[in-house]
Structure formats: C-alpha cells, structure tokens
C-alpha cells in the first residue's frame, strides 16, 4: 500500500474515533447543556496547542459481552497542551463512550498523563464526567482509581493539580478530586457524591435531587469540596487560566513574575476600616488596597466566609492572603475556618509562594457545637500549617488580636518573618469586655453601680492594653505602621525575604491533626 | 448556653455592589460585634442531653424485625429488634431492665441515623 494511502486510512482511523460515542451519544451531551469532553479540551488550553495521545487504545474487557463492544479511546482523552504558553497536561473523561465509565485502560490513559506531569513537572488538568466504575470490568475498574489517587498522593505538592467537575463524580471518583489542590464545579452540571440519590432513597426512603445532595453550589457553600464556581463551563475555564497565572508551574519554581500595577485608586486603605473594632467592614476591600492592580482572586469564596484566602501580586509577585472577615461572624476561627486556611497555607509553602496574613479577629467561636465538632482538632491546623510554613510570612495586625486568635494568625511565636501592627490594633489577652469582668469582678460586683463601674474598667483595660504598643515593647510586633505605609513595607518585607532559608529537625514528615 | 452568639437583629450598610446588608449583633466573651451570620451558623444543631430511655437507630437502616410491643417488661440485654445497615444486621439489646413505653418503628421501616425506634419508661 503507498504511504499516501496510508495516510488517508490514518485519517479515517482518526475521525472515526473522534466521534467519541457517536452522533446520538453527543446530541445528548449538548442537550444536557454540557460540551462534549474533545471542545472542552481545545476550549480550555491555548489555541492549536493541544496533542492527544492513546487516541486508539481499546479496552481488554471479555467478561458480560464486553468483547463485541468497541469504546472509542475506552473513554477517555489524554493528551498536553499550553496554558497561558506554559505547557501543561490534560485527561477529559468522555461522557458519551459508556458514561465515562472507568476501566482499566481508561485508568491506565489517566495514569500516563499523570506521570507525564509530575516527570516533566507541569500542572496537571482533569476534567471529569464519568457514571463511575464500569460494573463489567470488576476489581480491574477498582484497581484503576486506586493507581489514580496514588498518583494524585505522589504528585501532591510537586505540580499543581486541578480538577473540574463537569458531569457526574459519584462513588470512589470523588477521591481524586479531593486529593487535589483545587476543584472547580459549574452551576447545574456539576454533582459530586458518595452514594446517589438513588441508593439513599432505597437505603432510607429520603429522597433527595442530585443537585440539592451534591450539586455545585452545595460544595461552594456547604461541604468546602470545591475552590472555584462558574455559573458557565466558559466562566470555569477562564477561572483556571486566571487561576494558572498567579501559581509556579512545580515546586522548584516561583510563581511567574508580572508587570507591576499599583492597586486602583478607589480603595483607599484609610477610609476601609471603622475605628470602632465591633463594626463590620469587608477585608478583601483592604487586600484590594494592597495588591497590585486590585487583582484578588479568591479561593473558596463561599465556603467559611468568616475566612477570605486567595492569590495577589505585592510587586509583581504572587502572594497567598490569609485574612479574618470581620463582615461575617464577625471573622471568628471556627471548624471550616481553620480547615480552609490551613491548607491553603500548605498549599503556598509547598509552592513557593510567600503568606501575607492580616488578623482582625475576637478569636475562636464559643459553642456546644463547634467544641462537639472538633474545633479543637481542626484549630489545631492553622498552628500547624503556620509553624510548618518556611515561605516568607509576613503578618500585618489591622484591628482585633485576641487570645489564641492572636496565637494562630500568623503570629510571631509561630515564626512569622515580619509582624506589623496598624495603629488601630488590639493585640490582648482577650478582648476588653470579657477581660475587665475577670480580673476587675471584685470592684464591679461590689461597686455601688455596678454597670458605671463595668463601663470604667472596659476603657481602663481598653487604654492600658487594647493597643498595639504593649506587643510591640516585648518585640512581639515589629513596627506599629500606618495604613498607607503597608504596601510598601510588604514590598519591602518580601523582597528582603526573597532569599531566606531554614530548616527544621530532620523528620520523614510530621502528624499534622487530620 | 453562655457565649454562644446572643443574636438581636439591627440593619446598616451596604455591600462593594450596593446591596443592602442585615448586619446582626453577635456577642463573643460580652463583646458586642456587628456582623453577618452566615446560614450554616443559624442552621447549626441545637444540642440535646443524652436520654438514657430512648433507643435510636445508630445508623441509617431498615428495621426487619421487632422482638417486643408496649408495655412489655424486658430484661438487660434482651434482644429489642434488628436494624439493617450496610448489608450487616445488628440487634439492639435492651439496656437496662425495664419497660417499653411505646415502640414507634414496625418491620420494614426504613430509619435515617437518630430516629427513636423504642422508648423504655
């Protein structure tokens, strides 16, 4: 046969097995709002970028029929590409080629592409759409998904891995996304769960929608499952783009360096914060005053609210901001609160990205529910996640610093690099209220007035103690700064810190309490 | 129930977009804040004393069988009834001597995780 016709036979090979599922299958992925597994790919990486590879494996299947079936690609799309002309590696599960279910080779594809990341040390991308394990192949499907979260274990903190939840995610399939560094959902396509709606209608008699169990608002808001939300597929994909320009591309890199912006004019930092420390006000609005261009890109912005973390550039350079919102439960530490700034702090240490910390908290929340649900354990994570952290850390103290609040926020004591305090800062036992009625009880009880006397010893401890300056006279604070002093001291501090190097006892790796 | 967040409604301000928000008065240690709750927080599960007279289902299951009926007497560890849960059939013993005031559950009942299914007077 001449090559030339070999080649045609190549094309047709190609195009038949680009048709995934086929017509039918790929009507009803669209009419489901959805795009097929291939446009998603092309969609989210740079344009004429992406290569496919294991385009023509096929399944070993005998068992229930399998044998006759052909499954094109088993499933699955492997392949690289760049993002934002980074190289990067993607996997795409193909809904129409028997529900993306998994099989051993559909997990063998998953597992190169892997390997290929984590060797050539770029992110990698998994979009997800599968019905789950494919039932016929047996113990072999779960082989597969074990293979995937080992993998997923391995890579964890060498090159960032980003998962996307674009279809069903049921079962064991869930555990891949978890173990990843951040999971985007969109709006009415996404559902992740352990057991369906189905099962726990015959298990309980509860019924339930998929969207109302484990749809994309549910792990915004509710379980802490997801990092990113998109109202669109289209909004998803920009969000990892956005994402890809503020993280290093592996561990031994820094995050791109960007042009310098100064931060917009209409966040003024004198005017965010009310001098009163029991007013509300918005941090991120502080963090917009701070960061270049205004550009903050949240992480988990509706999970945890009492918590604001994310991504801005100080100079150019990424940063990770891990801030108290005074706005929501008055920026209390809680159960999810100190779950989610844990980890995102072992996320910028293992990352090379430096922490910017700014307290304003009343401390832990009191409560039957929170003790009984662990606040203990879970509170435990920010202190460790700060004490492990070797990244530059610089923390700025803007108002409230009580108690073990003051402890867990990047403080000193946990080895912060640089801790500047506003003017404005209370850096106390706790706060005055709660302070004057122990140690003054004796005076109020017995004083004639005892609410006058009350009010007198709240201003009392308030002027001797709820200020920044006692920290700062035992060297606890740094420098008591003002306002628009920050920015340029956090240029200052990060660039001074560019260089810096410790090294604890040598451990294999420590208990951390999860 | 001291401290755990004494809530009176107040309203001020508005968000970056302009929207109204409903701050709350949220008090920590007798300090009085002005912030918003988010629907977690006031969805959170009151707690309840643990009483001793009440059998709960422990898991999510299926009642295939019930050995006693109102007003029986029942020895310690005498057998209750058998709760179906993740393919493993678990009978619940009684727990003290005593006796049933009312079995609420009957075979074939499908119980989420904490219903009463008999309670001892």
Known sequence: MPLKKKIQELKKRREEVQMGGGEKAIEKQLSMGKLTARERVIALVDEQSFHEYDLFVEHEARDFDMANKVLHGDGVIIGTGTINEEPIAVFAQDFTVAGGS????????????????????????????????????????????????????????????????????????????????FVFVVENISKMFITGPEVIKTVLGEEISMEDLGGARVHSEITGNAHFYAKS???????????????????????????????????????????????????????????????????????????????????????????????????????????????????????????????????????????????????????????EATVPKVTIIIRKAYGGGYI??????????????????????????????????????SAENPDEMRKLKVEEYKEKFANPYVAASKGYVDSVIEPDETRKLLIHAIDVAKNKQISGPKKKHGVPPF | MKNTGDISKGTKDKDTSGNKLQFETFVILSAKYQTLLTTKYKNRKKWEP????????????????????????????????????????????????GTIKKVYVSTGDKVPKGTLMIEFE
């Not at chain 1, 004057?436 to 005076?443: D, L």
């Not at chain 2, 898991?59 to 019930?66: A, D, F, R, S, Y």
């Open chain 1, 102 to 181: 998994l099989g051993m080779m559909h997990a063998r594809k998953i597992t190169k592409i892997m390997d290929h990341a984590l060797k050539m040390r770029m992110p990698l991308i998994g979009i997800n759409d599968s019905g789950g394990a494919r039932i016929q192949e047996g113990v072999n499907s779960l082989a597969g998904y074990g293979e995937i979260f080992f993998r997923n274990t391995l890579a964890s903190g060498v090159i960032p891995q980003i998962s996307v939840i674009l279809g069903p995610c049921a079962g064991g399939a869930v555990y891949s996304p978890a173990l990843t560094d």
């Open chain 1, 233 to 387: 597929e289209k909004e998803c994909f920009e969000q990892i783009q956005k994402l890809l320009s503020f993280i290093p591309w592996s561990n031994d890199k820094k995050a791109p360096k960007k042009e310098v912006k100064p931060p917009k004019a209409k966040f003024k930092i004198n005017n965010i914060v009310p001098g009163d420390s029991r007013q509300p006000y918005d941090i991120r609005d502080v963090v917009k005053a701070i960061v270049d261009d205004s550009d903050f890109l949240e992480v988990q912005e509706l999970w945890a609210t009492n918590m604001v973390i994310g991504f801005g550039r100080i100079n150019g350079e990424t940063c990770g901001f891990v801030c108290n919102q005074p706005l929501v439960l008055a920026g209390v530490l809680d159960v999810d609160s100190s779950d989610k700034a844990a980890r995102f702090i072992r996320y910028c240490d293992a990352f090379n990205i430096p922490i910017v910390t700014l307290v304003d908290l009343p401390g832990y929340l009191p409560g039957i529910d929170q003790e009984h649900a662990g606040v203990i354990r879970h509170g435990a994570k920010i202190l460790y996640a700060y004490s």
């Open chain 2, 50 to 97: 643990v009483n001793e007279k009440h059998v709960l289902s422990f898991i999510p299951g299926t009642i295939l069988k019930v050995f006693v009926s109102d007003k029986e007497k029942v020895k310690k560890e005498q057998p209750l009834l058998v709760l179906e849960a993740m393919k493993m059939e678990n009978t619940m013993f009684a727990p003290f001597d």
């Open chain 1, 408 to 445: 867990a926020m990047g403080s000193r004591h946990l080895r912060s690099d640089f801790v500047f305090a506003w003017p404005s800062a209370e850096i106390a036992v706790m706060g005055p209220e709660g302070a004057a009625n122990i140690i003054f009880r004796k005076e109020i009880m």
